[in-house]
């Protein structure tokens, strides 16, 4: 059973860089068809895709927010990285790493999620 | 970017009620859909992938349907356990490649 954890600071600083890193059990990063993802909850609402990791290291962000973001993977470690700088109140979320599986089917869909984690912005 | 609405936004239901929830795409996705479960507090859950394809080890009373731009995601008798807030995503090969619906919040009428 593939299982996430995040793990990082709870509360940044306005302007500083947010750092959580996200670690798998139970399976390899390495494994090829997998995205490896962050995705992200503003309080009470939807969820946005933040970017993916493949264990090759290429990366994909979401254009909205892709000059602030980055996405790294150590596979000695099974773990991968976000980094997201220049952070605001409005970054302010509960963060998610998840596995985006494109073996079993037709196109890519999150299977296997972390526990989420809160990051407050504020000084 | 690719958008998804969902409809309704909010529902109250009965335990046993039939449940249908509606994700429209602003562009043709094929089958590129999933359905996702999510209670407070915890990460969403994976129902459906591939617009109709129910994941392992969720009950039989979940399932989906739609193809293009127009999905539905049906719970056939509403359990207990049921009540929660449901997510649409798709996966296609615009930026950026994953968005999610808003949710359709599903309560206790």
């Known amino acids: 059973q593939v299982q996430l954890q995040e793990s990082g600071p709870g509360l940044v600083k306005p302007s500083q860089t947010l750092s959580l890193t996200c670690t798998v059990s139970g399976g390899s990063i390495s494994s090829g068809g997998y995205y490896w993802s962050w995705i992200r909850q503003h309080p009470g609402k939807g969820l946005e895709w933040i970017g993916y990791i493949y264990y090759s290291g290429s990366t994909y962000y979401n254009p909205s927010l892709k000059s602030r973001v980055t996405i790294s993977v150590d596979t000695s470690k099974n773990q991968f990285s976000l980094k997201l700088s220049s952070v605001t109140a409005a970054d302010t979320a509960v963060y998610y790493c998840?596995?985006?599986?494109?073996?079993?089917?037709?196109?890519?869909?999150?299977?296997?999620w972390g526990q989420g984690t809160l990051v407050t912005v504020s000084s | 970017a690719i958008q998804l609405t969902q409809s309704p936004s909010s529902l109250s239901a009965s335990v046993g009620d039939r449940v249908t929830i509606t994700c429209r795409a602003s562009?043709?996705?094929?089958?590129?859909l999933a359905w996702y479960q999510q209670k407070p507090g915890k990460a969403p859950k994976l129902l459906i992938y591939d617009a109709s394809s129910l994941e392992s080890g969720v009950p039989s009373r979940f399932s989906g349907s739609g193809s293009g731009t127009d999905f539905t995601l049906t719970i056939s008798s509403l359990q207990p356990e049921d009540f929660a807030t449901y997510y649409c995503q798709q996966f296609n090969n615009y930026p950026p490649p994953f968005t999610f619906g808003p949710g359709t919040k599903v309560d206790i009428k």
């Open positions: 998840a596995r985006a599986d494109g073996v079993r089917g037709v196109t890519y869909f999150f299977d296997y």
């Open positions: 562009q043709g996705i094929s089958s590129a």
